[in-house]
C-alpha cells in the first residue's frame, strides 16, 4: 500500500488536471512516458513521437535528470506536463478560464487572475526603489531595470539593447520590415498593438491621461509626464556644452545643434 503521503501517479494526473482545467492520460511504455494531453490517448510513433493529438511522447529518466515535454506542433519544450498544456493552448486556442466581469477569457488560472486585476485595481508587487507597482511580478522585474540600467535583450542583427522581452521583438520588426498591426479608419500600419492604439486615438480623440493641475488631456502618459514638467518646472535633459537644461528630449536636441552646428534639415 502506498504511503499515504507519498505522491501517486494518480495524485499527479489530477494535480495537473486542477493546475491545467483539462485532464490527461499518461502511461508508460519501455523508457517512455506517453501523455496524451487533448485526447487522452496513448499514441506515439517508432521514433516516441506521439501522434494524433497535440500530447507527445518524452524520454523517462532513471537518474533524476531534469525531464522535458515537447510540443509535438513546434519547437517548445516544457518542464513539467501542465506547462505544455498552457502552451499547447496556443495551438488549439482553447481558453477555458473566463472572466466574470468582460469577455476576456484566460488559457490558465493565473492569466484570468492577473486579468481580473485590471478591474479590482489590485496590484501586488511593488518597486524596492520607488513607490511604483504592478501588477504582475514580470511586470515589476521590467520597471526595476529603469532603475539598474539592466538590459537584457541584445538585437542579433545590430547593436540595440532593451530591458523587455516585448519591446525586442518590436524592435526586431524594423530589420524585416513587417508591420503586422493596421488601422481600420486609414492606411496606417505598426510594428506594436500599443502603438496602434494610441494612433487610433487619432480618429477617436479620445485623451485618456488628464492632468490634476489644469484641463489638459494627453493622448499617451508620456505626453502627460512632459506636460507635468509645466507646473514642475523640471527639466531632466542638460545640456553637455553649457548649463542650458531642456523640458524635452527633443528641445534638448535642437539646443545642442547651437553648439555643434549641425543641420540636419538642410
Known sequence: MANEEEETPRSKRQKVEAETGTGTGTGTEGNL??????????????????????GLAVPKTTNGNERRF????????????????????????????????????GRTSSQLT??????????????????YRATTNSALKE??????????????????????????????????GQK???CRSCDYRTTASSYLRIHERIHTGKKPYPCLVC??????????????????GEKPYACKFCTHRSARKLDAKQHDRTHTGEKPYV
Open 70 to 105: 515537447a510540443c509535438s506542433q513546434c519547437t517548445y519544450k516544457g518542464k513539467t506536463s501542465a506547462h505544455l498544456m498552457y502552451h499547447v493552448r496556443t495551438h488549439t486556442g482553447e481558453k477555458p478560464f473566463p472572466c466574470s466581469v468582460c469577455s476576456f477569457r
Open 180 to 182: 503586422p498591426y493596421g
Open 33 to 54: 512516458l506517453v501523455l496524451g494531453l487533448i485526447c487522452g490517448e496513448r499514441l506515439k510513433d517508432e521514433e516516441g513521437v506521439e501522434a494524433g493529438c497535440l
Open 114 to 131: 492577473t486579468h481580473v486585476r485590471t478591474h479590482t485595481g489590485e496590484k501586488p508587487y511593488g518597486c524596492e526603489f520607488c513607490d
Open 143 to 176: 520597471h526595476e531595470r529603469t532603475h539598474t540600467k539592466k538590459k537584457p535583450y541584445v538585437c542579433s542583427q545590430c547593436d540595440y539593447q532593451c530591458a523587455s522581452q516585448k519591446t525586442m521583438k518590436t524592435h526586431e520588426l524594423s530589420h524585416t
Open 215 to 232: 484641463k489638459y488631456q494627453g493622448r499617451t502618459y508620456s505626453r502627460l509626464k512632459v506636460h507635468m514638467r509645466t507646473h514642475t
